[in-house]
């Protein structure tokens, strides 16, 4: 089999995990320090035929996607808690059935998601889609400790209803550096003068 033409075969170092950019709705995310991993299992539905007594057969079942945890340095950036107040938010809920209250926002409580994998200077190397994402739990502080030294992060736990590689992203050329560049300039005369 022919390896696939949009892979760069002479790279052979994998790449790294700490350069990515993630993108909601087209939108960079600030300040996203960890991001889950993107997973999923396809249940195994056996059975077996009356007249085969030597066991079970197996075949693939339902597919389910496993939620993508999103952390991030608490800044004064909102966004975050607005998109978990899209799904339920506490000040609107207490309606009654002749005035009802509105706390899902059933419009837009679902955004896409774009991770983007980045090499080491910053190329463009993978890019994952994940669809119709919502948050099913929020964390707007962390434990908080007197006597720590870390950052406060918040967390958003997103379900989704699957993710895809995007197969137009094609490998970068790789980058060569060499400094100092033959055309700095010179500030010491070999002459001694």
Do not use: H
Request: glycine share 8%; hydrophobic share 35%; with cysteine.
């Amino acid at each position: 089999m022919a390896a696939p033409t949009n892979v760069a075969t002479s790279l052979v170092d994998p790449f790294l995990n700490f350069r990515y950019v993630v993108y909601l709705n087209g939108t960079a995310v600030a300040a996203v320090s960890r991001v889950g991993a993107l997973s999923r299992t396809t249940q195994v539905v056996s059975w077996r035929e009356g007249g085969a007594p030597q066991g079970t057969r197996r075949l693939p079942g339902q597919t389910e996607y496993g939620p993508v945890t999103l952390e991030r340095g608490i800044t004064f950036d909102v966004a975050f808690e607005q998109w978990a107040n899209k799904v339920w938010y506490y000040p609107q809920s207490s309606g009654s059935p002749a005035s009802p209250s509105n706390p899902v926002s059933l419009k837009d409580f679902r955004q896409s998601l774009n991770i983007v994998l980045m090499n080491q200077t910053g190329q463009p190397v993978l890019s994952y889609w994940v669809f119709n994402c919502w948050p099913s739990e929020y964390k707007a502080l962390p434990d908080l400790d007197g006597t720590g030294n870390a950052v406060a992060l918040e967390s958003l736990t997103l379900q989704n209803e699957g993710w895809t590689r995007d197969d137009s992203l094609t490998a970068p050329t790789a980058v060569s550096i060499l400094q100092p560049s033959s055309s700095s300039p010179t500030y010491f005369s070999s002459s001694g003068s």
